[in-house]
Protein backbone atom coordinates (compact mmCIF):
# COMPACT_ATOMS: atom_id res chain seq x y z
CA UNK A 1 0.00 0.00 0.00
CA UNK A 2 1.25 3.40 -1.15
CA UNK A 3 -1.15 5.76 0.81
CA UNK A 4 -2.29 6.24 4.55
CA UNK A 5 -5.24 8.19 5.52
CA UNK A 6 -5.50 8.11 9.48
CA UNK A 7 -6.64 10.37 12.16
CA UNK A 8 -4.76 11.76 14.77
CA UNK A 9 -5.44 11.54 18.98
CA UNK A 10 -6.36 14.85 19.53
CA UNK A 11 -8.70 16.20 17.64
CA UNK A 12 -8.66 19.64 19.44
CA UNK A 13 -7.69 22.65 17.62
CA UNK A 14 -4.62 22.78 19.32
CA UNK A 15 -4.23 19.17 18.73
CA UNK A 16 -4.67 19.59 15.18
CA UNK A 17 -2.19 22.71 14.79
CA UNK A 18 0.35 20.79 17.13
CA UNK A 19 0.57 18.37 14.23
CA UNK A 20 0.50 20.17 11.25
CA UNK A 21 3.09 22.32 12.82
CA UNK A 22 5.78 19.02 13.46
CA UNK A 23 4.82 17.90 9.91
CA UNK A 24 6.01 21.45 8.47
CA UNK A 25 9.07 20.94 10.82
CA UNK A 26 10.06 17.72 8.79
CA UNK A 27 9.60 19.73 5.96
CA UNK A 28 6.50 17.72 4.73
CA UNK A 29 3.93 20.63 3.56
CA UNK A 30 2.60 19.52 0.43
CA UNK A 31 2.89 16.24 0.74
CA UNK A 32 0.30 16.18 4.24
CA UNK A 33 -3.14 16.65 3.01
CA UNK A 34 -5.81 17.32 5.26
CA UNK A 35 -9.04 15.61 5.37
CA UNK A 36 -12.05 15.66 7.74
CA UNK A 37 -13.95 12.27 7.72
CA UNK A 38 -16.26 10.39 9.27
CA UNK A 39 -15.47 6.80 10.63
CA UNK A 40 -18.25 4.57 12.07
CA UNK A 41 -20.07 7.66 12.23
CA UNK A 42 -17.80 9.84 14.43
CA UNK A 43 -16.42 12.43 12.21
CA UNK A 44 -13.20 13.68 12.76
CA UNK A 45 -9.99 15.79 10.96
CA UNK A 46 -7.59 12.76 9.10
CA UNK A 47 -4.71 13.16 7.18
CA UNK A 48 -3.59 11.66 3.64
CA UNK A 49 -0.20 11.35 3.54
CA UNK A 50 2.50 8.57 1.92
CA UNK A 51 3.18 5.67 4.15
CA UNK A 52 7.14 6.08 4.37
CA UNK A 53 6.20 9.56 5.69
CA UNK A 54 3.08 8.38 8.27
CA UNK A 55 5.73 5.93 9.88
CA UNK A 56 8.53 7.94 10.13
CA UNK A 57 6.52 11.34 11.39
CA UNK A 58 2.95 10.43 12.21
CA UNK A 59 2.55 7.33 13.89
CA UNK A 60 2.94 8.75 17.03
CA UNK A 61 0.17 11.18 16.97
CA UNK A 62 -2.02 7.96 15.98
CA UNK A 63 -0.94 5.40 18.50
CA UNK A 64 -4.59 5.80 20.00
CA UNK A 65 -6.77 5.00 16.96
CA UNK A 66 -8.47 1.82 16.44
CA UNK A 67 -6.72 1.56 12.80
CA UNK A 68 -5.47 3.12 9.84
CA UNK A 69 -6.67 3.09 6.12
CA UNK A 70 -3.75 1.81 3.68
CA UNK A 71 -4.98 3.07 0.23
CA UNK A 72 -3.07 1.56 -3.25
CA UNK A 73 -0.99 3.56 -5.45
CA UNK A 74 -3.06 2.48 -8.36
CA UNK A 75 -5.88 3.77 -9.75
CA UNK A 76 -8.47 1.37 -8.38
CA UNK A 77 -7.17 2.80 -4.95
CA UNK A 78 -7.41 -0.21 -2.96
CA UNK A 79 -8.55 0.37 0.34
CA UNK A 80 -7.50 -1.91 3.83
CA UNK A 81 -7.97 -1.24 7.28
CA UNK A 82 -5.10 -1.85 9.57
CA UNK A 83 -6.04 -2.55 13.27
CA UNK A 84 -3.58 -1.83 16.38
CA UNK A 85 -3.38 -5.60 16.83
CA UNK A 86 -1.66 -6.48 13.50
CA UNK A 87 -4.71 -8.06 11.52
CA UNK A 88 -5.68 -6.55 8.19
CA UNK A 89 -10.01 -5.93 6.55
CA UNK A 90 -9.72 -5.42 2.89
CA UNK A 91 -12.82 -2.85 2.50
CA UNK A 92 -12.94 -2.33 -1.25
CA UNK A 93 -11.95 0.50 -3.79
CA UNK A 94 -12.14 4.11 -2.68
CA UNK A 95 -14.89 5.73 -4.98
CA UNK A 96 -15.39 9.59 -5.59
CA UNK A 97 -19.09 10.41 -4.79
CA UNK A 98 -21.16 13.61 -4.40
CA UNK A 99 -21.24 14.96 -0.52
CA UNK A 100 -25.14 13.78 -0.50
CA UNK A 101 -23.88 10.12 -1.56
CA UNK A 102 -21.10 10.30 1.01
CA UNK A 103 -23.22 11.64 3.92
CA UNK A 104 -25.28 8.35 3.87
CA UNK A 105 -22.95 6.29 4.93
CA UNK A 106 -21.34 5.97 8.27
CA UNK A 107 -17.73 5.81 6.89
CA UNK A 108 -16.51 8.38 4.22
CA UNK A 109 -13.40 10.92 3.44
CA UNK A 110 -13.60 14.73 2.08
CA UNK A 111 -10.32 15.95 1.03
CA UNK A 112 -11.22 20.03 0.74
CA UNK A 113 -7.78 20.56 -1.58
CA UNK A 114 -9.61 18.72 -4.10
CA UNK A 115 -13.14 19.12 -3.33
CA UNK A 116 -13.75 15.66 -3.39
CA UNK A 117 -15.82 13.20 -1.38
CA UNK A 118 -14.85 9.44 -0.80
CA UNK A 119 -16.84 6.26 0.68
CA UNK A 120 -15.40 2.95 0.48
CA UNK A 121 -17.39 -0.05 -2.07
CA UNK A 122 -17.16 -3.17 -2.88
CA UNK A 123 -15.80 -4.60 -5.77
CA UNK A 124 -13.98 -3.29 -8.94
CA UNK A 125 -15.18 0.59 -9.04
CA UNK A 126 -15.00 0.43 -12.95
CA UNK A 127 -17.79 -1.83 -13.52
CA UNK A 128 -20.11 -0.67 -10.26
CA UNK A 129 -23.22 0.68 -12.17
CA UNK A 130 -23.93 3.96 -12.34
CA UNK A 131 -26.51 5.62 -9.92
CA UNK A 132 -28.85 5.27 -12.17
CA UNK A 133 -28.22 1.97 -13.83
CA UNK A 134 -26.71 0.95 -17.05
CA UNK A 135 -28.11 1.84 -20.27
CA UNK A 136 -30.70 -0.21 -21.45
CA UNK A 137 -31.02 -2.10 -24.90
CA UNK A 138 -33.17 0.32 -25.80
CA UNK A 139 -30.75 3.31 -25.13
CA UNK A 140 -27.63 1.48 -26.62
CA UNK A 141 -29.95 1.32 -29.95
CA UNK A 142 -30.55 4.62 -29.42
CA UNK A 143 -26.99 5.70 -29.30
CA UNK A 144 -26.74 3.24 -32.76
CA UNK A 145 -28.78 4.59 -34.35
CA UNK A 146 -27.61 8.33 -34.28
CA UNK A 147 -24.12 6.88 -35.04
CA UNK A 148 -25.31 5.41 -37.99
CA UNK A 149 -26.89 8.44 -38.94
CA UNK A 150 -23.57 10.07 -38.39
CA UNK A 151 -21.77 8.02 -40.91
CA UNK A 152 -24.74 8.52 -43.45
CA UNK A 153 -25.20 11.96 -43.25
CA UNK A 154 -21.96 13.85 -41.59
CA UNK A 155 -23.39 17.12 -41.93
CA UNK A 156 -26.12 16.22 -39.55
CA UNK A 157 -26.48 18.92 -37.37
CA UNK A 158 -24.87 19.11 -33.60
CA UNK A 159 -27.88 20.29 -32.13
CA UNK A 160 -30.12 17.88 -34.07
CA UNK A 161 -27.85 15.09 -32.12
CA UNK A 162 -27.95 16.78 -28.89
CA UNK A 163 -32.10 17.47 -28.91
CA UNK A 164 -32.29 13.66 -30.15
CA UNK A 165 -30.02 12.28 -26.93
CA UNK A 166 -31.69 14.99 -24.31
CA UNK A 167 -35.04 13.77 -25.24
CA UNK A 168 -34.01 10.54 -24.57
CA UNK A 169 -32.11 10.65 -21.51
CA UNK A 170 -33.38 13.91 -20.00
CA UNK A 171 -37.26 14.25 -20.88
CA UNK A 172 -39.09 17.36 -19.97
Not at 103 to 127: C, E, M, Q
Not at 134 to 155: A, C, H, M, T, Y
Request: aromatic share 10%; proline share 5%.
Amino acid sequence: MKYIIAAIDDQSPLGVNQFMGHMTGQKLVGSVFPCVGSYNGKQEWSFLMDQRDFLEHALPFCSGQESILKISECNKQYATLAFRDGTEKGIGSLKSVSQEEALKHASWTYRPDLKLFWIAVNGNPDTIPPKDGWLSDGDKELIQEVLQELNRSPFMSAAAVTKRLRDRFFPN
